[in-house]
């Protein structure tokens, strides 16, 4: 059986993101939790603001097109989302926004129409992003990915991580693999279909 492909990224461009380290920690633990990870950088992939027009007049941004590419070798998704104002951020809803438009006849959401997704998040707040979480189920859930009940939001994580980018919380690393966990052997199972 194939070892499933999980893209993992974060909705932040920030080179301290918090969020991009909770990603990265989360592709080593798929690693060792036996699928395959594949962790990007959304600021390797700058993309205008969605402007109907500039699609129309340009197409898709080279960027979009790459992430497509991508997103078609992956069969899960794990996102680590930032909370702007108990919200998903720009960056990651911009992402999403061009991802989903159709591209020489190819539909956008098809694309993510078979997908399973893991949420997770990390916040200096006290909610640790949980508000932005389930408006990016939501979202999600609306282009027709499957999101898995498990999360993690990580508050206060300013102190959450050591020195080697683990989460000093014991309950929260547990937490992380069990959404990781989750993630492989769904992915597993359905391709065992
Ligand atoms: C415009 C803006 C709005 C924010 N709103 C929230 C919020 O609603 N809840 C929260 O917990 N943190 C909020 N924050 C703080 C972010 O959680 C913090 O900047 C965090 O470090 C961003 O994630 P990152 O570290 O992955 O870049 C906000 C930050 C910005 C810039």
Not at 17 to 45: C, Q, V, W
Not at 83 to 97: A, H, M, Q, W
Not at 113 to 134: D, Y
Not at 154 to 169: I, M, P, R, Y
Request: charged share 20%.
């Amino acid at each position: 059986m194939a070892v499933p492909r999980i893209l993992v990224f974060a909705g932040s461009a920030r080179e301290a993101s918090f969020n991009k380290r909770l990603a990265r920690l989360a592709a080593a633990r798929i690693e060792a939790l036996g699928g395959h990870p594949t962790f990007i950088d959304l600021r390797d992939y700058p993309m205008p603001l969605y402007d109907g027009d500039l699609e129309d007049a340009q197409g898709l941004p080279d960027n979009a097109l790459a992430l497509r590419k991508l997103l078609a070798e992956h069969q899960g998704l794990l996102i680590a989302s930032p909370e702007y104002n108990g919200f998903v951020t720009p960056l990651l809803t911009n992402t999403i926004d061009w991802l989903t438009r159709p591209h020489q006849g190819e539909s956008g959401l098809a694309l993510f129409k078979e997908r399973h997704a893991g949420l997770i998040s990390a916040s200096p707040g006290g909610l640790g992003g949980l508000r932005a979480l389930n408006h990016l189920r939501q979202l999600l859930t609306n282009i027709g990915v499957t999101v898995l009940p498990d999360q993690l939001a990580v508050a206060k994580a300013g102190d959450a991580f050591d020195a080697e980018g683990n989460l000093v919380d014991t309950a929260q690393s547990d937490m992380l693999d069990a959404v990781c966990q989750r993630l492989v052997t769904t992915l597993d199972r359905q391709h065992a279909d």
